[in-house]
């Protein structure tokens, strides 16, 4: 098989991982949201793959963000700013897991692995932040009870959620790359 084969194949079975592991997580919630477990292959397609395979993964991620009902509350109050904030923290987070990756591996695998761990789930809530700043702050406010709409933001909507997906996907993505990078060069 060639290597182009390979990597479509290899994109093909990241993106039903994806997907998978989508419909997995939405039952799984913490607080008023689920947790994001797809974050791990969308960075691992990035570093095997590349950004584009990154922004691909992540763009399947907002689309079953989307199709789950996972973003029903946010599609209730903004429907085409839910759509932009769904779609575009999934794959500006799996871009970035690339970029970083490609950026950093030259030095040193194993930082690149742990760099990208770390910033896709930073990108993907931090979108979420802007487009919730943007798009849904008068909503956030009244979820919030009329009190302080940023602390209900940062300690209700992302804290504890935030945390587990960051350290979820920091350690399997980084283990997991480094097991398939060590694979690799053994089949060579």
């Not at 969308?42 to 691909?56: E, H, K, P, R, V």
């Not at 980084?174 to 694979?183: D, E, L, Q, R």
Request: aromatic share 10%; with cysteine; net charge positive.
């Amino acid at each position: 098989m060639n290597e182009k084969t390979k990597k479509i194949v290899g994109i093909g079975l990241f993106t039903a991982i994806v997907v998978v592991l989508q419909l997995v997580a939405s039952t799984i919630k913490f607080g008023p949201f689920s947790i994001t477990l797809t974050l791990a292959p969308i960075i691992i397609g990035a570093a095997l793959y590349g950004m584009g395979a990154g922004a691909w993964l992540g763009l399947v991620f907002g689309g079953m963000v989307l199709a789950t009902g996972d973003a029903a509350p946010f599609l209730a109050v903004n429907v085409p700013g839910t759509i932009a904030v769904v779609l575009l923290k999934g794959m500006l987070a799996g871009l970035a897991a690339g970029a970083v990756y490609k950026l950093v591996e030259k030095k040193n695998d194993l930082a690149a692995s742990i760099c990208a761990g770390f910033t896709a789930p930073v990108v993907n809530t931090g979108i979420f932040i802007l487009g919730s700043f943007i798009f849904f702050m008068p909503t956030i406010k009244e979820w919030a009870g009329g009190g302080d709409a940023i602390k209900y933001l940062f300690l209700t909507m992302i804290g504890v959620n935030f945390l587990i997906e960051l350290a979820t996907n920091w350690i399997l993505s980084t283990a997991i790359v480094k097991i398939i990078k060590i694979g690799r060069k053994e089949n060579k």
